[in-house]
């Protein structure tokens, strides 16, 4: 899924007369990523001062600095949904008229979540290259500047006990971060072997994972004393414009940017107006967006270190050794169009925020399967396999993927496993540290019963009480549901009933995410959607192709709102 821009029509337009005074004032509140917002600061400073007016009414801007997901906390919160990785906005956050992030991934992760975001105008107003950050010693031992790297190298250097010690800025957190996480997944393949070498990488990560740049920072050596060097970090995908705010201080021992192939998409920065913004301010808002594409404004972006949109640079800028002088432009226009110009779509991020999520986040899961007949059904797009084999087998890519700090149980479910009873339990939810191995070996009993039928609803509100009686704070408590049909099932309770039930039970003090996952194109995606709304932390993922059974998962577990794909 990826986001289209909207651009509103209005009989309303700006102007810059100087000599013509302007009444009035129409206020117009930015809120920009921190190392952009002194330049789009003194550029709409020039701007008003010039005397910037919609059809006679002054113009004022207010620049405000801030993170990118403290205001992404706030649009949530606005929106009534989360974002993985971010906690609630605090009291001092609020919406601006116009935010610039530093990426139009952060747009994305948002619409994804709540369809009510529709940013318009998204034109991207500057370009920073996401870099891997070494300590000039360390990238001189790799071999740079001579040698050219590839993500592939940084890989295979941190999963095959080099002693490159890596960073990364929360990928939740942080969009440099994100687009590091981005290449390194794309850099491996998709057999057994490489998503083993994937998760190790992704672990390394997480080891060295700070949740603010500034700290991240920190971590690099201060000094070129060998016991400093070897116990700081030597490796981590930031910014170019982070490298050069960090050289400008001049430390003992310097950062190299490193530039690897294949290009991650760039922090791009999209000058966003937010959705319900008046016409009167929207206009503005078009004024000052055309304000900073003017030339002038390359000067100002290279003295924070940034680059122009095009990717070219300004007078004066401190380029990194090796930097290219100019960086490739996406095909159409950035922002929330942006990352579609880059490959990335909603899958994508969400996927690469799953496995982060299963690695950094602790969770309690009870993974119920579905092993009715219908599961014998082959699947042309995985070889042959059944639906049951390929469901064993993202159950057991996910189960290498979870941290020790997760607990996961094991359900089965058709009709009349256990007398009546149309599920049974194969593990009960168990702390990974200690029961491992005996819930890989749960995941062989997924075997479909010839001639079984499908008790949904009575499976799934079996498995929402078991989880809810057990529930642990401080953890995401989540029933992951998988299932290829409608229910079937006789003896079992109506929907109507289980709705109600659910309904019943949902408590905002012990909330317990209901994930169904589709497999197949039989499910009936109403009924599963009927039975996740009734709960207060509900989702519905559905994969047609149940080839693409792993991928799903990895996107339900990235959602933290419950909102279906």
Not at 317 to 327: E, N, V
Request: hydrophobic content about 45%; some cysteine.
């Amino acid at each position: 899924m990826a986001i289209v821009v909207v651009l509103a029509g209005s009989w309303l337009g700006y102007q810059s007369l100087a000599e013509d005074k302007c009444t009035g004032q129409i206020k117009l509140t930015v809120a920009a990523a921190t190392e952009i917002a002194p330049a789009v600061e003194r550029a709409a400073q020039q701007w008003s001062d010039g005397g910037a007016n919609v059809n006679g009414t002054c113009v004022a801007v207010n620049v405000t600095g801030v993170n990118p997901a403290t205001t992404a906390s706030a649009l949530a919160l606005k929106h009534g949904v989360a974002l993985t990785g971010l906690g609630p906005a605090g009291q001092s956050a609020s919406v601006p008229d116009v935010w610039v992030p530093d990426s139009s991934t952060w747009l994305l992760r948002l619409r994804t979540q709540a369809s009510g975001f529709v940013p318009t105008d998204g034109n991207s107003i500057a370009r920073s290259p996401v870099v891997v950050a070494m300590p000039k010693p360390v990238a001189e031992e790799v071999g740079w500047p001579d040698r050219k790297l590839g993500w592939s190298d940084l890989v295979t250097k941190i999963t095959t006990g080099n002693s490159l010690r890596t960073g990364i800025v929360d990928p939740t957190r942080d969009a440099a971060g994100l687009a590091g996480l981005l290449a390194l997944g794309s850099a491996t393949g998709t057999d057994p072997e490489a998503k083993a070498t994937q998760v190790g990488a992704l672990r390394a990560l997480a080891a060295g994972s700070s949740s603010l740049r500034d700290d991240l920072l920190q971590k690099f050596p201060r000094s070129l004393d060998a016991a400093d060097l070897a116990s700081s970090i030597s490796a981590a995908p930031l910014s170019e414009e982070d490298v050069i705010a960090y050289n400008a201080e001049r430390p003992q021992v310097t950062l190299a940017a490193l530039y690897l192939e294949p290009t991650p998409p760039a922090l791009d920065y999209p000058f966003a107006v937010m959705p319900g913004v008046d016409l009167t301010k929207s206009a503005a808002a078009t004024g000052l967006r055309e304000a900073l594409q003017q030339p002038s404004f390359k000067n100002e972006l290279a003295a924070s270190g940034l680059r122009a949109a095009d990717g070219t640079v300004g007078a004066n800028f401190a380029a990194p050794i090796g930097a290219p002088q100019a960086t490739p432009k996406p095909a159409v226009s950035s922002g929330t169009q942006g990352a579609a110009a880059s490959g990335l779509d909603a899958g994508a991020l969400n996927r690469a925020l799953g496995s982060w999520a299963a690695i950094t986040l602790p969770g309690r899961a009870l993974a119920v399967f579905d092993v009715s007949g219908s599961m014998l059904t082959k699947v042309p797009t995985a070889g042959g396999l059944t639906r049951a084999e390929v469901t064993r087998r993202a159950a057991a890519q996910g189960l290498a993927l979870f941290d020790d700090k997760w607990a996961v149980g094991t359900w089965i479910f058709s009709t009349e496993l256990v007398g009546k009873q149309p599920w049974k339990q194969i593990e009960p939810i168990s702390p990974l540290s200690s029961r491992r191995a005996a819930l890989q070996a749960s995941i062989q009993k997924i075997e479909p019963k010839v001639g079984g039928q499908t008790g949904l609803y009575d499976t799934a509100l079996a498995a929402y009480r078991n989880v809810q009686e057990s529930w642990e704070a401080g953890r995401v408590n989540s029933v992951l549901l998988f299932t290829d049909g409608a229910n079937k099932n006789p003896d079992g309770i109506s929907r109507e009933t289980l709705v109600a039930k659910l309904k019943e039970l949902a408590d905002a003090k012990r909330p317990v995410r209901l994930v169904i996952i589709g497999i197949g194109n039989e499910v009936d995606r109403a009924e599963l959607e009927a039975i996740a709304k009734a709960t207060r932390d509900g989702g519905v993922f559905v994969a047609p192709d149940p080839a693409k059974i792993a991928d799903i998962f990895l996107e339900a577990i990235s959602s933290r709102s419950g909102a279906a794909s």
